[in-house]
Every structure is written in C-alpha cells, then in structure tokens.
C-alpha cells in the first residue's frame, strides 16, 4: 500500500465546504488585500503565540527577511545561524547584505548549538539567528542569554516549529521577531504560500507594517524602500480555520512520532529526541540510521514518501565557496548529513501505515 509522506487532501476534505464559503464571502466583500480575515488572524495568531504583535507577510523567506532589514542588520554585519536548515535562513541573511556565520548543530536536536555559537563571535556580530529545525525548539534560554550579554538581536526561525514551546514559551514569543511559514507542508500550512512575523516590540511592528507595504507610511506616502509582502486575504481565511483545531493536530503529529519511536526502540534507527515533551511539534520526524541511502531506495520502491532534508550543510555549498567553509569545518552536521532521514508524519496517519514504515526500514537494515 503507498504511503504518502504527507496527505493534504484528507485535511482538505475536513474543510472544503467552510473553505469554499469563505471564497464567496470574500469575493462578495471585495476585500482581498489586507481584508478583516488578515486582520484577525494576526490577532488570533498573536494570541496564540503569546506575543504584542504578528504581521502578516507573503512568505516564510520575507518573514525573515523584512525581520533583519526591520533590525538594520546590511553590509559588514555578520548573522549567526545554522547550516544544518532550508536556504532561506542562510539566503534572508545574504538578501539583506549581511554575512552569515555558520554555527554546528547539535547531535540530539538538530538546533544550533549553544556551544558553537559562542566560538563565532566577532565584534561584526549583530544577530543570531536560531531555525527550531524540524519542529524542536533550540534552546533558547542558552541563546538569549549570550545575545543579552552581546547586545545581539535574536530572529526565531520558527517555518518548522509551530506550537513548540522553549521554557514555557512558545516559539516566536523569545527573540526580538519570530518567523513563521504557513507553506502547506507546514503544521500551520496555508493552501498556497504565507508567512507571518510576531514580535512584542513595538517599534519592530511599526517598521515590518510599513516594509512590507512598499515602505508606506499610509497611501502613497513613502518613507524608505519597502516590498510588496502581504498575507494573502484568503489564505489568512483558511488559517484561521485551520487555526481552531491546531492543537489537536499537533497531539496527533506527537501521537504518530510516539508510536514510530516505540516502533524503533532497541533497534540501530536513532528516533527524534523531544527534550521536553511540548519542545517539539514534528513538522518532520527525522531519524538516523546507518545505510541511509539503502533504506530510502528501499522505500521508494515501497511506495513509502520520505524526505532529504539535508543531503549538505549549507556551509558547503557552492554558493558559500567564498566563505571558505571546508569538509571537516562543521562535523556534527556533516555527520547528520549522511545519516538523517525523514519519514512521513501528519495527523491521523493510520497506525497501519505507521507500522509499515517502520517495518520497511527495519527489514532493510537487517538484510
């Protein structure tokens, strides 16, 4: 039986007739661009988050983006993240003409380690930027207090992390802003691309709001170069729905990685850690095995989605030649970077698919 890495349409089906309405609604109003349902789904997210302020943009990347050029972070500024993360945590950094400086990972979470961060300041330091990589939150007591004794900003990469929580925090309620992605792969994920950006600082909420209107201070009134970066209308609508039930689907996302853990105790496939049980919210469920590439074909074959993420550390690309990364520079993401695999993981994914992933994975390692 294939096994989706990830099925969308069940969601869809849950939500098809209020989905639909909302369409007509919208259209009848003829609000599309900064309409009510963005303006209440910023309030209701930052609710949830437990934060002042959420700005709805167009995108994850802008997210991040818009979050740097609002903390006036340019040319000859050095950011502190991970390699071990999508592009765009690293690509919002060179976007703004900054400089990323990579940090190592930690083997048990994936996030950036604490340690390693410390080892990259300079005094051209300005930010750090910490990615809650696969749904576990970094940790965040650690970071904040070498940013505090630095004076350094703190953007949350939060695209993974949605509903995972750091000392009690939510994700994206710590640092100066927040990030979020609301791609439909996400654990808040839109039926098109989205991103929001949640800060408590007010003078923060002030400059994103008027960035991500072409630097508008109100109509037609300019007061720096901003970009078109708006939370679509209708994807905030079926948000906000989605919004309702976020909980329960994140429990059932912890349910499903609970019974592959169980699945693979005692055996040489190394599970998640979830640090704390409410740090991770499993956006993936990604493992380490020895023959990693021998059991994704095996599933491939199988029928049986998985994901890559990431076949190499971002240090080691080719569009960071110049900042003289070497093989051997960031060990324990080199190291994950052979080993990871992530499997499928999304609410109610049937015990019996559970249970066939994880057999298929196990059977190929003994054979």
């Not at 900064?34 to 934060?51: D, I, M, R, S």
């Not at 380690?113 to 300079?122: F, H, M, N, V």
């Not at 039926?191 to 400059?207: P, Q």
């Amino acid at each position: 039986m294939p096994v989706p890495f990830l099925d969308l349409s069940t969601a869809f089906k849950g939500l098809e007739a209020e989905w639909l309405e909302i369409i007509r609604a919208t259209g009848a109003r003829g609000s599309f661009i900064l309409g009510p349902n963005t303006v209440e789904f910023e309030k209701e997210f930052a609710a949830y988050v437990g934060v002042k302020h959420a700005i709805g943009v167009a995108n994850g990347t802008d997210s991040l983006y818009l979050s740097l050029r609002a903390l006036g972070t340019g040319p000859g500024d050095e950011v502190i993240t991970t390699p071990w993360t999508f592009f765009a945590s690293a690509e919002s950094i060179s976007m703004v003409g900054a400089t990323p400086v990579f940090a190592d990972i930690r083997p048990d979470t994936f996030c950036i380690d604490p340690a390693s961060i410390t080892k990259c300041l300079t005094p051209k330091t300005k930010a750090i930027m910490p990615v809650h990589i696969f749904g576990h939150a970094a940790d965040m007591d650690a970071i904040m207090q070498i940013a505090r004794d630095r004076k350094l900003a703190v953007i949350e990469d939060c695209a993974q992390s949605f509903g995972a929580r750091s000392g009690g925090k939510v994700t994206g309620a710590i640092g100066d802003t927040g990030s979020f992605s609301f791609y439909p792969t996400k654990v808040l994920g839109g039926y098109g691309d989205g991103g929001m950006i949640t800060t408590n600082r007010d003078d923060l909420n002030e400059h994103i709001r008027r960035l991500r209107n072409h630097g508008a201070l109100k109509p037609f009134i300019h007061t720096e170069i901003g970009m078109n970066s708006r939370l679509d209308e209708i994807q905030a609508a079926v948000l906000r729905l989605k919004l309702r039930t976020i909980n329960k689907d994140i429990e059932g996302r912890r349910a499903v990685a609970a019974e592959y853990t169980k699945r693979f105790a005692g055996t040489a496939v190394k599970p998640p850690v979830a640090l704390k049980p409410d740090a991770h919210s499993y956006n993936l469920y990604t493992v380490r095995m020895p023959k990693r590439d021998v059991v994704r074909e095996a599933l491939t074959v199988a029928q049986i989605g998985t994901s890559l993420c990431y076949p190499q550390g971002l240090h080691l690309q080719d569009v960071y030649k110049h900042l003289g990364y070497k093989p051997g520079s960031l060990p324990v993401c080199e190291q994950a970077s052979t080993e990871a695999l992530s499997l499928p993981v999304y609410p109610g994914m049937p015990r019996a698919q559970i249970a066939q992933v994880a057999d298929t994975v196990l059977a190929t390692l003994k054979g």
